[in-house]
Structure formats: C-alpha cells, structure tokens
C-alpha cells in the first residue's frame, strides 16, 4: 500500500517539474528516469556493503555516481552538465544490464534550468531502492497521473476494470501471458498479482515494507524457486511506444521482474513475433486508426484496416487451443455492420466467443466518454458450448462524471460471480436450464439466434424478449400512434407560400429544439426534400447523424411547414402522444442500441430501416401522465441546456491594469516556420511525431494531431518541432474567416507552412500570452489580407507589432493562476450534465419497466 511520505515525495517532485515540462507524461519521464538513476547508484552502494564490487558506475561511469552529482561543492550548472551527460551517455555503459539501457534509450533532460534540477534531484535522492512492493506502489501511483492518449485511442484502463477482467480469466503460474498493447504493464502487474496471491500460504497475505519482516506472509511464499524463475519468463507485452516500452519496463522491475520481456513492436504491422502464441491474454488497445487506415500484414484472418478489428483478430489468432481473452472494445465491434466487422464477429461467435460484459458509458472519464464492452475468449469452452452470454454493468463503484468519484452501487461483484458461475457450469457441460437457474441477470443467447440473420450482432439488448420485461404501461407500435413521413400532397399552401427549409446541419445533438435557418418558396421545394409541420419530431436516419443523435422537434416554421433533408425521418403525432413523449422515446437507448444493430447499407450510406421504426413498440401512457413525465424530463433538461450555455460561451478574460508597460509581440517570442514533408516518401507520414495543420487547431491546448510523421521527415523537410509551451498561430488559409486560431502546446509538435510557431521568452507564462492574443484577437484582423485564389492570410511581417500590456511574470503566474481556478469551475459543468442525463434516463426507465440506475443528487 502506498506509505503517504512516498507519496508526498511523487507529488512533491511533479510539483518542481510543472513548471519546466508542464506535460504529465514527460513528468511521470523524468522522474522515472531519474529514480533509477538513483537506484542504480542505492544497488552499487548495497553491493560494497556486502563486500560486492560496483558495476554500473565505475570506469569512465564513476563519474556520473550520486555521490558526486549530490555533492554540496557541485555548482548548478555543473550538476545541470553532469545529470544530462550522464543520462545521455548511461545506453553505451558497458556495466549495465540491457534491460537499464533500454530504459535510458533516448533520455534526455527537457531544460535547462540549474534550480529546477537541483531542487528536482533533492527530493529523488529521498527514495531509496530496498526490493519492497512500497516502490511498485509507488510506480502505480506515479503513472495514475497520466493523461489521456485520447486522440490515439488510447486511454488508461482503470484499476478495478483490470483487476476484474484478470480475475475472471484467473491466470495460472504455468501459463504464458501477453498484452499486444501493453502501455505502461497494468495487465501484466494485476495478472502477476493474482498469481502470486493465489499462491499464497495466508488468503490475506501482508505486503512486506523492506527487508527482513521475519512472521509476515510475503505473496506467493508457496511458489518454488524454479516457479518462480518460470514465472517471470511467462509474461510478455508489446507496444509501439518507446516510451510506453520504458514504463512498462520500470513498472515491471519495480515489481520484482529482473529481466522483464516488453518489446517495442507494432503488433498489426510487423510479422516477426506472429507465431508466438499464448494461454492468456489482456488488452485495451487502441481504438482509433489513422487516416486512410492501418496497412496490415496479410496473415490476418479478417480483411481490415481498423486498427480495433485488427487487434481482436489479432488476438483470437494468438490464443493457444485452451487460451483465453478479455479485450476491452469499442461499441463500434459490438454492432458495426461493415464486412469486417461482420467477419470478425463470426469468427468470434464460432471459435472463441463466450461472453459479452456492457461497461458504463462514463467507464472512461475523464478521458473519454466512449462507451465500451468487453469480449471474454475461450477456446476450449466456446468449442463445446452453443451459447453466448450477457452481462450488463450499470455502475462500477464510481460515478459516471469527469470526476469518477466513489460511490456506493457497484454491478462488478455481482457480474463477476455470476459469470465466474456461468463458465463453470460451461466446464461442468451443464444443460441450459441449469446454467439459466445459476444467474439472475444475465442474457443466454443460443450462437445460432446470433447468426441468424448473417450480421452476428453482440448486442444483448436485441436478444431480449420483449415478454421479458414488466411494463408499467401498454407498448404500442410508433405506427399506431404517429404517421411516419407524412406525404408532401397534404401540404395546405399556396405555390408562392414561404417555408422554412432545414437541412441536417440544423439539427442539433440530443438537444429537442432546434432553430431553422434557411427558407424557400414552396414551389421552389423538390420533390426529393422531406416535408413536416410545426410540432413533427424528426430524426436523422443516415450514419452518422443517426448515431450522433440527430432529432428534434420543429416548432417555429415559417407559415408553419418546413422541409428539409432526405434523410430525415418524420414522425406527426395522432393525437395519443405528445412530440416531447415520441422524441424521448426514439432517443432512449432502448431505441437507438437496436436501431444501429439494424442498420442496412453500404459505407457511410448505412440508414435505419423504416420499418424498424414504424413496428418499434414504446410505452403509452396516459396523455396527463405524458405531460408529467415530460415536465420533469424538461426540468432536469433546463439545467443541462444552462450547463452547455456556460461551456459554450465561457471565455477566460485578463483584467488590464493601467500601470502595465505595452509590449510589441515580437519583442517577446522567437518565431519559427513550418512545412510538409514529401507526400511521396511513405515512411515520412509513419511516427510518433503529431503534425499540426490547420484542422487541428481547435482547442486552446494541443498535445497531439491528427496525422503523425517521422524522424526523417523533420530532418529532411522545412518542417520544425515546437517545443512544449510555444504558441501556434495559423497565418495562412480559410480557417481565419471565422476568427484567428491560437493555440499552446503541452507536448513537442511539428506543424506546416500555414501556421507560425512563437516560442515564449523566459519573461513570459505561455498560457498569459495565449489568453491575451485571444483578447486582442481584433488586431489581427487589421493585418489580414486576401492572397491569390482569394486565400485568407496574416501579414507576418506585422505580425510582430501586435501590441498589448504586458506584467511581471508573477503576475501574470497569479492570473494565470485564477483563471485556471475559474475553468475547474466551468470543467464541473460537464459533470453536472452528466448527472442529469443520467437523472433523465433513470426516468424514462421507469416507464419502460426497466430497472434503471439510481439518478444521483445534484
């Protein structure tokens, strides 16, 4: 467990690097780097002790020991020139293992500054390396403050998910175990965790606190030696990340792995590990693809090139004949019906598949609201069972807000329990009924309802029997109490009669009203558009509108008639229901989960069939009942549209003292261009290193982009890398119609020829200086010019005469300061959202006859 001192010491270290390398993930680097460094030097010091010899630093190394970097006689910038030789130099030390020259490959020291690193170094010579579970502890923690890869698709897992999906699997200490998308080892460490306390001579073994605890159980104390020297060999991870690779391995020796095999390996790409198979393995990988999609090998089984079917493939493939899986997915796996996906799918449901765990939406927060499943694998067991199984969780012991804050419901226990029974039953070849009596929740599926009708959809909600559920009101079609598409010829108008005209754009994300735009003539109206009236609900039919939650009421028409896309379905009520009771309706998940399973079509043209709509039964109440249902959906409504007004419209503002000193802008920055590398050189636009264009420029903070480019491409091309707290400015391109996008970096990037790179001068907080550029912005528009084929451009040249006021730099850290305080603030807005949407679905639950989860307080 993690002693409080140790973590003062973490918390203590990032404190002194914020301001020098104000990205989490190069924190959570340097200190990494630094502590074993130190460790390195605590083993050495340990070594003579027990009359040993040094061996990492001696020779020509001995120089670069603890002792003389800590020495009080060592100046400031002589420790600065001494730690950064010494980390750069340390991959050539012939005295350290391979497993310490991977973890200083390309380490470097981020600044310059001879304070920051003396203060910094302090406190790292606080720990001391001592064998104990206290600096694995102490590791996790560490990595716990990384941010969100989110634009990779890559989020980190939380513990309780890992610890739960490893405890199902229950790995054993003769089994291989691989995660081919390791980030920082979380799987691999809870695997090894469950392995050696299963293997433990107390069910509660103590963890040790150093050397020499004498009557406390140490975990795994009923392994034999040679299991334990087995042990480690049976784990292995992949990753594309260096720098993911550097933290598993430290994450690992931090746990008691001397030799652990992390390899950096892109595992959809490359064909030198493909024959290496597993009994157990663990991912979260990537979700997302890059542009124009991965270019796999062609040893995999299903044709794909995204990057989430390719590594499920990849991982049913590398399953020895009794292994097994738990992969966390995106939802898109779950129900997508492109070919892949379809593929993938089959072959899951036909050779491994054996269940199917929902996870909350908000599982993810704060880095992603993206809603996730995962696929429990078994080879053995899926060979002799004919059902698929599942699981729904609700809540997972946190809220579902930014903040993921304790609470007290939690569906995991009950899940894995009901599960753990459901595989054993399947071991035990029990018939169906008797599997169905062993669970209260959960959905049996025979494999063949799944393949039915080709698609192999995962979803458990469109396996549910519609007798299952308890209404508390009659279900009717939507047919019996709406008219879908009304025709054109009831139209009551003259030709020249003004309508409005809506096109999708219009229509707003899970927001009921929306304001139309545009208007034509009647006669001027095709026969192709869609034709509704003043209260019709509309709802977007066509991916991905329809997924994005494209619906509305129209209210507001002009004459009141409205046309709009093809796209649109529209849904008039008879009379029975009120347009808010059908918009609520075709908005809630019951709806919408089934609907994208159904979806038919080709590409990005996939549509939900108007029959699904028109036989979709919901519930009818009462039209007074509708009318309180609504007014209560509409309360908690107003408080989440004030909420989004607060993020839509907050704008941080700097208050001008009179007394402050007028700067030019190019009196405080050093400017820098960018550039395209060669769109002919392939290997340029495949790396690690984000490429900033135009379209990335649409939030304040950038830490990553959209494309990527290598090594070789900054090299050989005018383009630059900007380092972290530079601001970029886009000087070039139509995207300055609408405003002149500012941004600050919070990770190195490069950029193109469209957009200028300042680099802050010392006296100058880079997020000062971004809020007040966005505050003179109007300046910026006297030196905007129109350049040939009628491109919008920024006068660089002027560019420098941009003038402003300009405090010391500590005040300018204290407005800094406040107005960082001011956005938690405006950040809890997002949290009270979700609070009550959830409030808003609970409701609607109710009257479904489901049982919902409890809508928290606000």
Not at 261 to 288: C, G, K, Q
Not at 311 to 316: K, L, N, R
Not at 362 to 389: E, H, M, W
Not at 638 to 666: F, K, M, Q, S, T
Request: net charge negative.
């Amino acid at each position: 467990m993690l002693d409080t001192d140790t973590k003062r010491r973490i918390d203590t270290a990032r404190d002194i690097l914020v301001g020098k390398v104000p990205d989490p993930k190069s924190q959570v680097e340097q200190i990494t780097i630094a502590l074993i460094y130190k460790f390195m030097d605590d083993m050495d010091a340990e070594s003579e002790e027990l009359g040993g010899k040094r061996k990492f630093f001696t020779g020509d190394y001995a120089r670069y020991g603890w002792a003389k970097l800590m020495a009080p006689s060592l100046g400031g910038h002589e420790m600065l020139g001494l730690y950064g030789e010494g980390i750069s130099r340390m991959p050539e030390n012939p005295g350290i293992p391979a497993l310490f020259r991977d973890i200083f490959k390309n380490a470097y020291l981020p600044y310059r500054d001879p304070e920051t690193l003396k203060a910094f170094l302090k406190i790292i010579d606080e720990f001391r390396y001592d064998h104990s579970e206290r600096l694995g502890d102490a590791f996790e923690y560490l990595l716990s403050v990384l941010g969100s890869q989110g634009d990779a698709g890559q989020f980190r897992t939380p513990r309780h998910i890992i610890d739960f999906m490893v405890e199902v699997l229950a790995p054993q200490k003769n089994e291989t175990i691989l995660d081919p998308a390791c980030g920082t080892a979380g799987f691999l460490i809870s695997a090894y965790k469950h392995i050696l306390r299963t293997n433990s001579s107390s069910p509660s073994p103590l963890v040790g606190e150093g050397r020499g605890e004498g009557a406390a159980h140490r975990p795994g104390d009923l392994l034999t030696p040679d299991e334990k020297g087995r042990l480690a060999k049976h784990f292995k991870g992949y990753d594309i990340s260096p720098d993911m690779v550097r933290l598993s391995l430290v994450n690992l020796y931090l746990h008691g792995f001397t030799d652990p095999h992390i390899y950096e390996y892109d595992t959809l790409t490359s064909e030198e590990r493909w024959n290496e198979f597993a009994d157990v393995i663990l991912a979260n990988p990537p979700f997302m693809s890059p542009k124009g999609g991965i270019k796999p090998h062609k040893r995999f089984s299903v044709q794909a090139k995204r990057s989430e079917v390719l590594f499920v493939d990849y991982i049913a493939e590398h399953l020895t004949p009794t292994g097994r899986a738990a992969i966390i997915v995106p939802e898109g796996i779950i129900f997508q019906s492109q070919t892949a996906y379809k593929d993938l799918r089959q072959m899951l449901v036909e050779n491994s598949l054996v269940a199917v765990v929902s996870l909350p939406a908000g599982c993810f927060n704060p880095y992603s609201g993206v809603k996730t499943s995962i696929l429990l694998l078994d080879k053995s067991l899926a060979r002799q069972s004919d059902t698929i199984a599942f699981f729904k969780v609700e809540n997972d012991g946190y809220g579902l807000g930014a903040q993921r804050r304790a609470f007290d419901k939690n569906d995991l226990p009950q899940v894995q329990a009901e599960l753990a029974a459901y595989l054993q039953a399947l071991r035990s070849k029990a018939s169906t009924e008797t599997i169905l009596a062993l669970t209260s929740t959960t959905q049996i599926v025979p494999k063949e309802k799944i393949a039915a009708n080709g698609d192999y959809n995962l979803s458990g909600e469109r396996y549910r029997e519609g007798g299952a559920k308890t209404n508390i009101f009659p279900l009717v079609k939507l047919s019996e109490v709406c008219n879908v598409n009304p025709r054109k010829s009831q139209v009551a108008a003259k030709a020249e009669t003004r309508v409005s005209f809506v096109p999708m754009a219009d229509l707003s994300e899970h927001r009921i009203s929306f304001q139309p735009r545009d208007e034509k003539q009647l006669s001027e109206v095709s026969a192709s558009y869609t034709y509704f009236e003043d209260n019709d609900v509309l709802l977007a039919k066509v991916t991905p509108c329809f997924e994005n939650g494209k619906a509305g009421i129209a209210r507001g028409l002009l004459n009141g008639i409205g046309f709009g896309s093809s796209e649109f379905y529209v849904l008039r009520s008879n009379g029975q229901v009120m347009p808010e009771w059908v918009y609520f309706c075709v908005m809630h998940p019951l709806f919408r989960d089934a609907a994208v399973a159904q979806m038919t079509g080709t590409g990005g043209l996939q549509r939900v069939p108007r029959d699904y709509v028109e036989n979709f039964q919901i519930p009818l109440p009462p039209l007074e009942v509708q009318k309180e249902i609504v007014a209560e959906i509409e309360s908690y409504q107003r408080v989440i549209n004030g909420a989004r007004a607060v993020l839509d419209h907050y704008r941080p503002h700097i208050p001008i003292h009179p007394d402050w000193p007028v700067v030019e802008l190019g009196n405080i920055v050093s400017y820098s261009s960018g550039g395209t590398p060669s769109k002919a050189n392939e290997s340029y636009w495949v790396g690690d290193i984000p490429w900033i264009s135009a379209k990335d420029m649409k939030s304040d903070v950038l830490s990553d982009a959209s494309t990527h480019i290598s090594e070789a491409a900054v090299k050989e091309s005018a383009t630059q890398i900007a380092p972290v707290g530079s601001i970029l400015i886009l000087v070039r391109g139509m995207g300055l119609a609408n405003g002149v996008p500012i941004c600050e970096l919070e990770k190195p990037c490069a950029f193109n020829q469209d957009v200028k790179a300042m680099k802050p001068h010392a006296s100058v907080n880079p997020t000062f200086l971004r809020v007040m550029l966005k505050q003179v912005e109007p300046q910026f528009r006297k030196i905007l010019e129109t350049a040939a084929h009628g491109t919008l451009k920024i006068n660089t040249d002027a560019l420098s005469t941009i003038t402003f006021p300009f405090p010391p730099l500590a005040t300018q850290q204290a407005i800094v300061a406040e107005i960082e305080a001011e956005q938690v603030l405006v950040a809890a807005n997002r949290e009270l959202i979700t609070r009550f949407e959830q409030k808003i679905q609970a409701t609607l639950a109710r009257i479904w006859g489901e049982e919902a989860p409890a809508a928290p307080e606000a």
